[in-house]
């Protein structure tokens, strides 16, 4: 994972973390996870480290709340599955 926002507050009460994930061609992705999934993950995942990431919806991305430039996001939720790596990753 290349950068970890801290989970936040939503307007409406609920839970929002949002992360840059970079691939091994160095295209980079956002991935989200709302409520119990924010939590969830913030728990779980590290900044700086490798992850294999499977079982995310991907969606066409919302340009205004996004500073990734991808035409799509990756939405988490608890059923996603981050596999640690021993892969190298981008610094």
Known sequence: MYAK???RETKNGGWILKME???SMG???EAVA???AAEF???KIQQGKVYLVSGAQVK???KKFSNVKNDFNLVIDQKTKFEE???EGIA
């Open 5 to 7: 926002q801290d989970k």
């Open 21 to 23: 994930l970079i691939d």
């Open 27 to 29: 295209t980079a992705i």
């Open 34 to 36: 709302f409520g119990d």
């Open 41 to 43: 993950w913030d728990r």
């Open 60 to 62: 066409t991305a919302n």
């Open 85 to 87: 790596t021993q892969a």
